[in-house]
């Protein structure tokens, strides 16, 4: 494994758009920890300082960043896809079959690429949360402080499952950019299908068959924390309550998503005449 690994690290390092884009993937995260450090002058009345307003307490923070960082996922997508479409378009694919590489490791080394930059992204991610936390937070207790950590375990499974996607795009239709239109695409088909079952069907079930989506169901495994906060300003405001929490089937079916995705990326190798 640490061996497919270093090979596609070589590649994604030598190539400079390549390292830019990694790069700021992983610096872009950190701008939503910045907020914490924002204060607003209003006219010169008062000060309004975000991490005062209770928004980086624990254990609300796992939430809060999490949600927001995983908006940034998409520049590591177009790494993700170009290290399809460069492949084949240097021809490094059919050198790297020639020299040894089956083409089951060469998925595998893809995916195992996938899955360290969604780690290393999450370690991150996790580690600046808890010391912003334990700045702001009033909380001091480890069972408050850990509490809700599963949101880095969806974290990680979200950016695992979304670039699992990505690869797939990539290797079935070799060009970066097509292959980032379709990831687009598939996002608006999603929302058409979702919004003719509500027209056709009505109730609840198009609400739950939509939840399997894979865009949908990888979005779902952080829901929107903004709602969270209202409860917390305005407890009173019970309209305001929602299933926030991360659940275990919601991560088993991105989990599935996932190993569909790259079991018809080895097919799609497989069958395909170099």
Known sequence: MLRLIKLELQKLWLNKVSRILILVSFILPFTVLVLSSI???????????????????????????????SYFKFFFAIVVVSM???????????????????????????????????????????TASFFIGLYYSSYTEASIIFREVEFL?????????????????GMLLKRSAFALGFLVMTWFIEG?????????????????????????????LIDQPI?????????????????????????????GWTALFIFLSYRLLKKRDL
Request: hydrophobic share 50%; proline share 3%; glycine share 6%.
């Open 153 to 169: 375990l969806a974290y990680f499974v979200k950016l695992l499952g979304f670039f699992s996607l990505c690869l797939f795009f």
């Open 39 to 69: 204060k607003i002058n209003f006219f010169g009345l008062f000060t309004l300082e975000l991490g005062e307003l209770g928004i980086f307490n624990f254990p609300i923070i796992w939430h809060i960043t999490t949600f927001f960082a």
């Open 84 to 126: 399809i479409g460069n492949e084949y378009s240097n021809k490094t694919l059919k050198q790297n079959l020639i020299d040894g590489l089956s083409k089951k490791e060469f998925i595998l080394s893809k995916f195992y690429t996938i899955a360290f930059f969604s780690l290393c992204a999450t370690v991150l991610i996790g």
């Open 227 to 255: 709602q969270r906060i209202a409860m917390t300003k305005f407890p009173e405001k019970t309209d305001l309550a929602y299933d926030y929490a991360v659940h275990w089937y919601e991560v088993a079916v991105v989990l």
């Open 192 to 220: 058409i299908i979702y919004l003719l079952m509500e027209w056709r069907i009505g109730g609840d079930l198009p609400d739950k068959i939509y939840n399997f989506f894979p865009i949908q169901s990888m979005y779902k």
